[in-house]
Nanobody, 126 residues
């Protein structure tokens, strides 16, 4: 069974930066397309960024495009999300997710992801 553990969340002021990490274990990391999602209280979980298993394709939600960068290090079994110029509306629990695939593209639909981490809280103050 795959294990995904997020870290790096915290409390920052608007305009600040955070880097989230997701460490994977229990499977071949390079066989999984990966994604970052977030969920605010009483809201549905929404995709934020996705990256192909070979890390040559990325995709971002319009709300974070230009501010967030998703990356992966397959040798370290780790996924990253660099978040710059954070806004209060970015406040949410952030989750990483893994989708086993032989494809070369990204996965944007939450239901298609096989494994999820427990999440890390990101809070952005005014």
């Amino acid at each position: 069974q795959v294990q995904l553990v997020e870290s790096g969340g915290g409390l920052v002021q608007a305009g600040g930066s955070l880097t989230l990490s997701c460490e994977a274990s229990g499977y071949t990391f390079s066989n999984y397309a990966m994604g970052w999602f977030r969920q605010a209280p009483e809201q549905e979980r929404e995709p934020v960024a996705a990256i192909s298993r070979t890390d040559d394709i990325t995709y971002y939600a319009q709300s974070v495009q230009g501010r967030f960068t998703i990356s992966r290090d397959n040798a370290k079994n780790t996924l990253y999300l660099q978040m710059n110029n954070l806004k209060p509306e970015d406040t949410a629990v952030y989750y990483c997710a893994a989708h086993w695939t032989l494809g070369l593209g990204i996965t944007w639909t939450p239901a298609k992801y096989d494994d999820w981490g427990q999440g890390t809280q990101v809070t952005v103050s005014h």
